[in-house]
């Protein structure tokens, strides 16, 4: 999963990754992610989540970069 591995500009999207996150969407546990529905809120809160993630190693990793040239 994307949280295993180091991000940075120029990876690409991996087609596990890609596969992972299709089938968790897809899964019965959001019940087809309809709008104004519990299944709509709990898909934007795992989309929110993941974003938050790759923001996150994102962040780090200028940070590393940062402290390379300090």
Not at 1 to 21: Q, S, V
Request: proline share 1%.
């Amino acid at each position: 999963m994307m949280e295993d591995k180091a991000w940075c500009g120029a990876n690409k999207i991996d087609a596990g990754d890609l596969a992972h996150h299709t089938a968790i969407l897809g899964s019965d546990e959001y019940e087809g992610r309809l709008p104004g529905t519990a299944a709509e809120s709990k898909t934007l809160d795992y989309l929110v989540d993941e974003l938050r993630k790759v923001l996150i190693l994102l962040q780090n990793l200028e940070e590393d970069n940062l402290n390379n040239y300090l």
